[in-house]
T-cell receptor, first 114, second 117 residues
Framework: DAGVIQSPRHEVTEMGQEVTLRCKPI?????LFWYRQTMMRGLELLIY????????DSGMPEDRFSAKMPNASFSTLKIQPSEPRDSAVYFC????????????FGSGTRLTVV | AQSVTQPDIHITVSEGASLELRCNYSYGATPYLFWYVQSPGQGLQLLLKYFSGDTLVQGIKGFEAEFKRSQSSFNLRKPSVHWSDAAEYFCAVGAGSMNTGFQKLVFGTGTRLLVSP
């Protein structure tokens, strides 16, 4: 099992540019989560999907953020336009069924917006 | 709302000494509780979890945790710390949805463990 795969591992972009983060969950896991980690705010849940359907996006900070899950094996988190305050580590996690057994996290994408 | 408190921002323990990391949760129903560990530059790895039954749960890497409902606590312990245990540790509670039965994890702010020689 390859685990949850995120790409890229690091992203440096200029303010105003569009950024797309990618995630491939573990095969057979039908719940997917996007988290953001910063020193100031810790781990924040941005959005989660169940069976490719967004269940709760109340953690998405602004309209500049959007997430999609077109199929069971792929999800994207897009920021457009990006701002310096978006700099953080973004984690994707997946779990089987309803998430009651804990999540498996990817290694994260470190985003720096200059 | 569900919440998790980890009162210690960082803890330093000598190698070979015992460890206890504190976690208190706030949740109205029977909680699902988790401990994760994060090494620098890495994602979070699940150490152990509690759903029901025996209140003392065993995890990987020699860690254990005890659920105490009366104290709303789920403290993580290890009898003898190794230098490789230096990392950040996160406690989390599974917050369920009445409508979907779905659990999302609410994390504490983490405790950074430093291990001295």
């Amino acid at each position: 099992d390859a685990g949850v795969i995120q790409s890229p591992r690091h992203e440096v972009t200029e303010m105003g540019q569009e950024v797309t983060l990618r995630c491939k969950p573990i095969s057979g896991h039908n719940s997917l989560f996007w988290y953001r980690q910063t020193m100031m705010r810790g781990l924040e849940l941005l959005i989660y999907f169940n069976n490719n359907v967004p269940i709760d996006d109340s953690g998405m900070p602004e309209d500049r953020f959007s997430a999609k899950m077109p199929n069971a094996s792929f999800s994207t988190l897009k920021i457009q336009p990006s701002e310096p305050r978006d700099s953080a580590v973004y984690f994707c996690a997946s779990s089987p069924r309803t998430g009651t057994r804990g999540y498996t996290f990817g290694s994260g994408t470190r985003l720096t917006v200059v | 709302a569900q919440s998790v408190t980890q009162p210690d921002i960082h803890i330093t323990v000598s190698e070979g000494a015992s460890l206890e990391l504190r976690c208190n949760y706030s949740y109205g129903a029977t909680p699902y509780l988790f401990w994760y560990v994060q090494s620098p530059g890495q994602g979070l790895q699940l150490l152990l979890k509690y759903f029901s039954g025996d209140t003392l749960v065993q995890g990987i890497k020699g860690f254990e945790a005890e659920f105490k409902r009366s104290q709303s606590s789920f403290n993580l312990r290890k009898p003898s710390v190794h230098w490789s245990d230096a990392a950040e540790y996160f406690c989390a509670v599974g917050a369920g949805s009445m409508n979907t039965g779905f659990q999302k994890l609410v994390f504490g702010t983490g405790t950074r463990l430093l291990v001295s020689p």
